[in-house]
């Protein structure tokens, strides 16, 4: 257990709609980063908050938000979906890169139908 | 933009063989760098990093890396790999103190007995 919550594990859902990803850092991190994992495109980077502050924006469309909470946790809304957002969906969580990096939760499975 | 790249896709050894997984990354400034593993259904784990000091690098499960700044190179090896080694793995660099982690393609290593 790397103390990073990501729920749910899988997710599977119709083109059009609409899914909320949710993460819980590690306790004593106050940034919480989002990625995206494909086969084609690899980790890519969509979204960093700070102590509730976008700190940092990436790859991100659109369709796509996030928003971190009082007590830390994050979500990631996806709304009208398509079958290419079908992907691994990943949440870290740090106190900062210099001190050591992230810690990654296990992820969301996302398919789209 | 910074850019990591892992040089091969994939690296098939025989169990107790030795293994190198090369990374390079484009930048000219400061860098923390970081390699990551990744088992099949998990999320990324730390396996080690260069933030400052000693240019070689020890990690978890008998790894190093050595931090080599003219070649801008972060190669990974293991002495001796085990079956268990069979896993993704994941380059990853900072650069500039940014907070927002770019990470390369990734490399599946395959130990066979």
């Known amino acids: 257990d790397s103390g990073v919550t990501q729920t749910p594990k899988h997710l599977i859902t119709a083109t059009g709609q609409r899914v909320t990803l949710r993460c819980s850092p590690r306790?004593?991190?106050?940034?919480v980063y989002w990625y995206q994992q494909s086969l084609d495109q690899g980790l890519q980077f969509l979204i960093q908050?700070?102590?509730?502050?976008?700190?940092a924006k990436g790859n991100i469309l659109e369709r796509f938000s996030a928003q971190q909470f009082p007590d830390l946790h994050s979500e990631l809304n996806l709304s009208s979906l398509e079958l290419g957002d079908s992907a691994l969906y990943f949440c870290?969580?740090?106190?900062?890169?210099?001190?050591?990096?992230?810690?990654f939760g296990s992820g969301t499975r996302l398919t789209v139908v | 933009a910074q850019s990591v790249t892992q040089l091969d896709s994939q690296v098939p050894v025989f169990e107790e063989a030795p293994v190198e997984l090369r990374c390079n990354y484009s930048?000219?400034?400061?860098?923390?760098l970081f390699w990551y593993v990744q088992y099949p259904n998990q999320g990324l784990q730390l396996l080690l990093k260069?933030?400052?000091?000693?240019?070689l690098v020890k990690g978890i499960n008998g790894f190093e890396a050595e931090f080599n700044k003219s070649q801008t190179s972060f190669h990974l090896r293991k002495p001796s790999v085990h079956i268990s080694d069979t896993a993704e793995y994941f380059c990853?660099?900072?650069?500039?103190?940014?907070?927002?982690?770019?990470f390369g393609k990734g490399t599946k290593l395959t130990v066979n007995p």
């Open positions: 870290a969580s740090s106190v900062g890169v210099s001190r050591g990096g992230y810690t």
């Open positions: 306790s004593g991190d106050l940034s």
């Open positions: 908050y700070y102590n509730g502050e976008e700190r």
């Open positions: 930048s000219s400034v400061s860098v923390y």
């Open positions: 260069y933030l400052s000091g000693s240019t």
């Open positions: 990853a660099v900072s650069v500039g103190g940014s907070e927002k982690l770019v």
